[in-house]
């Protein structure tokens, strides 16, 4: 049994940072592709970061680039993400996901990951 549960979600005004966990129990995080989605109100889920399985490599959203980063502690089993410089577009529920597909290429469809978590509010005040 897979099972993600996402943390550090909060309200926090515009500029500053927050760093989101998912600890996962069932599969060891580092043997799979993983990756942080988000959906605000109204709007569809979309991927904001990845980890490949295969050497780690990491991916994000344009939206995000150079203000948030993915990371995982293998030893703890846990996938972070952490949030810099928020604005009030990056308002939103942010789900930890896992692929068990072991893909050539790390995936940006919410299709493709088979494992996901509740969801951390995250909310940018301005």
């Known amino acids: 049994q897979v099972q993600l549960v996402e943390s550090g979600g909060g309200t926090v005004q515009a500029g500053g940072s927050l760093r989101l966990s998912c600890a996962a129990s069932g599969r060891i995080l580092s043997n799979w592709s993983t990756a942080w989605f988000r959906q605000a109100p109204g709007k569809d889920r979309e991927i904001v970061a990845a980890?490949?399985?295969?050497?780690?490599?990491?991916s994000y959203a344009d939206s995000v680039k150079g203000r948030f980063t993915i990371s995982r502690d293998n030893l703890k089993n846990i996938m972070y993400l952490q949030m810099n410089s928020l604005n009030p577009e990056d308002t939103a529920v942010y789900y930890c996901a896992l692929d068990q597909a072991r893909r050539p290429h790390w995936s940006d469809s919410q299709a493709d990951y088979q494992f996901w978590g509740r969801g951390t509010q995250v909310t940018v005040s301005s």
């Open positions: 980890v490949h399985w295969d050497g780690g490599a990491t």
